[in-house]
């Protein structure tokens, strides 16, 4: 794979937001993120994400095509 720390996780959505800050924005987002995917039944993206000197790097699992 590539230089740099790897790390796995899953995307449950994307989501538009006002502001940039906020914890209770940022809750309350996931929220309606986690709700909308248990309520359609899909599972959710499993993904690495790559941290290196050069950049982030979002990879999906299962492909290994670079997302970002």
């Not at 790559?50 to 982030?56: R, T």
């Amino acid at each position: 794979m590539t230089p740099g720390i790897n790390f796995n996780a899953k995307l449950i959505g994307v989501d538009d937001v006002e502001n940039a800050r906020g914890d209770k924005m940022c809750q309350e987002s996931m929220y309606r993120l986690k709700m909308a995917v248990k309520s359609s039944g899909q599972h959710k993206q499993k993904l690495i994400i790559n941290v290196s000197l050069d950049g982030i790097r979002i990879i999906d699992l299962r492909t290994h095509v670079r997302l970002i």
